[in-house]
């Protein structure tokens, strides 16, 4: 798993096939600013800026990806400022250890008066998130995927501290 976060280097977890850990050196990319997380797997990608506080979730985030998900979402959140956007239009499974972290995320977020805002959640875990009562956390702001022909769409919002949606 490659794992680079600029503005330090990061080592890199040990690769479960060869054992060895090595040293990355920093990253940035085309979209992003000066500063932030990439992280890459066989199942999980995470792209992530600290200012502003955004990172985009494509794969699945289960046993296997929680390490990598929790730190760098964790990352985003303690270097960045203001609410903080995570993109899960191209998640494409989660576990209860995967919801968990965003609800704590949304937990300490709603502490400093600030909000963890999902992106295109899909219909199926906004439900669940509804079910096990994580969708009242008041640092919790989700803008449903809006299902769509082309399986697109821009969303709209649900349950958060305030009614308005956030900016950004």
Do not use: N, Y
């Not at 060895?20 to 920093?26: E, M, N, S, V």
Request: net charge neutral; charged share 25%.
């Amino acid at each position: 798993m490659e794992t680079t976060m600029t503005g330090q280097t990061v080592e890199r977890s040990p690769d479960r096939m060869s054992g060895h850990r090595d040293r990355l050196p920093t990253w940035s990319g085309p979209g992003f600013a000066s500063e932030g997380v990439r992280v890459r797997s066989a199942l999980l990608r995470l792209d992530g800026t600290f200012e502003p506080p955004r990172l985009v979730v494509d794969g699945e985030i289960d046993l296997a990806t929680l390490d990598a998900f929790t730190t760098a979402l964790s990352s985003v959140l303690a270097r960045g400022s203001g609410d903080v956007w995570v993109d899960v239009e191209k998640l494409d499974f989660i576990d209860v250890a995967g919801l968990r972290a965003l609800a704590a995320a949304a937990c300490r977020l709603g502490l400093q008066d600030r909000r963890l805002v999902l992106r295109s959640v899909a219909p199926h875990l906004a439900e669940l998130m509804d079910l096990v009562g994580w969708s009242q956390i008041p640092g919790l702001f989700m803008l449903l995927r809006e299902e769509t022909r082309s399986g697109s769409g821009a969303g709209r919002g649900r349950r958060g501290d305030r009614s308005t949606p956030p900016s950004g």
